[in-house]
C-alpha cells in the first residue's frame, strides 16, 4: 500500500499534488481547533472534561465525528463537513423524484454543474438550520447535559447580535470547507471531500485510545486494537468483494471501421450503498433524541422511554432497530441508486449482451435478480459492522454512555468510511502513476 505513495512523492506533479492536499489539511485542522467568536473556549473544554464525551455526544454525535471533535468546542469549523453531504444525499435522491433534476443528470457535465450549484445552496441553508439549532442548545445550556450552565457558560453575556454572529461564522466556516474539499478534487489527490472527513475521524482516534488505556488499562486497550485491526481487514476485504457479470460486444461497422467484438464485465460490488444507509440509520436514531430535548421535560413519558431504549446504544432495542434500519435503507439506496432497466437499455444501445441472457427486457430481469442476491449480504454486513461496538461497551468503560458508540476508536461509520477513502485515494494515486508511465513507455 505504502509503494505507490512512495512512487509518488518521487515523481514531481504527483508530489505538488500530495503537499497542496496536505496543506489544506492543515489548514482545515487548524480551523477546527478556533473558538467561534463570543464562545468561551476555557468553558467548553470544562464541561468536555465534566462529560467525558457522554450525553454530550448523542444528538450531534455523527455530525461531531465528521467535524473531528470541531461541533462540542464551537469552532469555526463546528458544523465539518455534514451539511454539504446531507445535501448531495438530498439532491441524489430528488433526482429519482424531480424529472428535471433526472434530465439534468442524463445531460453530462453540463447537468451535472447545475446540480453541483443546488447542492452549494442547499448546502448553505443546512448549514444555517443546524447551527441556528446547535448554538441554541448552547445558549440554554443543553449541549453539554450534565454541565451546569451557570457555573461554566458557554455563550457568557450573549445577546440576540452575538448569537447571529456566531451562527453566520459556522456556516462561513461550512462554505470555506466546502471550497476546500472542491480545491482538493481539482488540484489535490483524492476525493476533496472525503479526504477531509477521513482526517476529522482520524484526529480522534489518538485521543479516543488515550481514554480506553487511561481508564481501562493496557491490557483492554491491547485487545481493542487487536479486535480493531481484525476489523479493518474485514471491511478491506468485503469491500473490495464484486460479482462480476460478463458482457460481451458484438461486432458492428461504422463507416468503414469495425468497432465491438470485445469482453468485458459489470462489477457489483457487495457493499454497493457504501456508508450511506448508516448515515440514515443513525441519524433517524438521533431524531427522537433531539426532540426530547428541545422539548425540555426530561420527566415525561416520552423522554424516558428515548433515554432508556433508542439513546442507550448498548439496549437491545437500540441495536436491533438500528440493523433493521441499516438494512432497510441498503435496500432503499441501491434501489434508487442502481436502475436494471437503464443498464439493460445501455448495453442494448451499444451492442453489449450477457452470454445466455438476451438483450432488453431478461438482461433486466438478470440484473435485478443479481442485484438482490449480493444486497442481502451486503446489507447485513453493513448492520454488523455499524452494530458490532456496541457489544464492546462494556469493555471499553462506555456502556452507559449514549454517545458510546461513535467514541469506540473502530466505530462502524469511523471504519467504513476510512477504509473506503483509504482504498479510493490510493487507487487514485496508482492510476495518475500508471498514465505516466505509460506516456514515458510510449515515447
Not at 112 to 128: E, K, N, P
Not at 236 to 265: C, L
Not at 418 to 423: E, N
Amino acid at each position: 500500500m505504502l509503494g505507490p505513495v512512495r512512487s509518488a512523492l518521487a515523481t514531481p506533479d504527483l508530489r505538488k499534488k500530495i503537499l497542496f492536499t496536505l496543506g489544506i489539511v492543515a489548514i482545515y485542522r487548524l480551523g477546527a481547533t478556533l473558538p467561534a467568536p463570543g464562545v468561551s473556549y476555557t468553558n467548553v473544554q470544562a464541561c468536555l472534561r465534566q462529560v467525558q464525551g457522554g450525553d454530550a455526544a448523542s444528538v450531534y454525535s455523527l455530525i461531531n465525528l465528521f467535524s473531528g471533535g470541531a461541533l462540542l468546542q464551537l469552532s469555526i469549523f463546528a458544523l465539518g463537513i455534514m451539511p454539504y453531504i446531507t445535501a448531495s444525499i438530498i439532491i441524489q435522491l430528488l433526482t429519482v423524484v424531480i424529472p428535471r433534476f433526472e434530465q439534468l443528470k442524463k445531460e453530462g457535465q453540463s447537468g451535472q454543474g447545475t446540480l453541483t450549484q443546488y447542492t452549494r445552496y442547499l448546502t448553505i441553508a443546512l448549514a444555517v438550520l443546524q447551527s441556528t439549532g446547535i448554538v441554541a442548545l448552547a445558549d440554554r445550556g443543553q449541549l453539554f447535559q450534565n454541565c451546569d450552565p451557570s457555573q461554566f457558560p458557554i455563550l457568557p453575556n450573549a445577546g440576540i447580535f452575538d448569537l447571529a454572529v456566531i451562527v453566520l461564522v459556522m456556516t462561513a466556516g461550512t462554505s470555506i470547507i466546502m471550497w476546500f474539499g472542491e480545491l482538493v478534487t481539482e488540484r489535490g489527490v483524492g476525493n476533496g471531500m472525503s479526504l477531509l472527513i477521513f482526517c476529522s475521524i482520524a484526529s480522534r482516534i489518538p485521543a479516543e485510545g488515550q481514554q480506553i488505556l487511561t481508564s481501562s488499562g493496557a491490557v483492554v486497550f491491547s485487545v481493542v486494537c487487536v479486535f480493531g485491526l481484525a476489523i479493518i481487514a474485514s471491511v478491506v476485504f468485503v469491500e473490495q468483494g464484486q460479482r462480476r457479470i460478463p458482457v460481451q460486444y458484438a461486432k458492428r461497422m461504422v463507416g468503414r471501421r469495425m468497432y465491438g467484438g470485445t469482453s468485458t464485465y459489470l462489477p457489483l460490488k457487495v457493499n454497493q450503498a457504501g456508508v450511506i444507509p448508516v448515515i440514515f440509520g443513525s441519524s433517524l436514531l438521533y431524531l427522537p433524541d433531539l426532540l426530547s430535548r428541545i422539548a425540555g421535560n426530561s420527566n415525561s413519558g416520552f423522554s424516558a422511554f428515548v433515554q432508556t431504549y433508542l439513546s442507550n446504544q448498548s439496549n437491545w432495542v437500540h441495536i436491533l432497530l438500528y440493523f433493521a434500519l441499516i438494512i432497510f435503507f441498503t435496500y432503499f439506496y441501491v434501489a434508487i441508486t442502481f436502475n436494471p432497466e437503464e443498464r439493460a437499455d445501455e448495453m442494448k444501445k451499444f451492442g453489449g449482451f450477457i452470454p445466455g441472457i438476451r438483450p432488453g427486457r431478461p438482461t433486466a430481469e438478470y440484473l435485478q435478480y443479481v442485484l438482490s442476491r449480493i444486497t442481502l449480504p451486503g446489507s447485513i454486513y453493513l448492520g454488523i459492522i455499524a452494530v458490532l461496538p456496541n457489544f464492546f461497551l462494556g469493555l471499553t468503560g462506555q456502556g452507559g454512555q449514549s454517545g458510546g458508540n461513535q467514541n469506540f476508536p473502530f466505530g462502524g461509520t469511523a471504519v467504513l468510511i476510512m477504509v473506503g477513502v483509504g482504498l479510493d485515494t490510493v487507487k487514485q494515486i496508482e492510476s495518475q502513476l500508471m498514465q505516466r508511465n505509460y506516456e514515458g513507455f510510449l515515447r
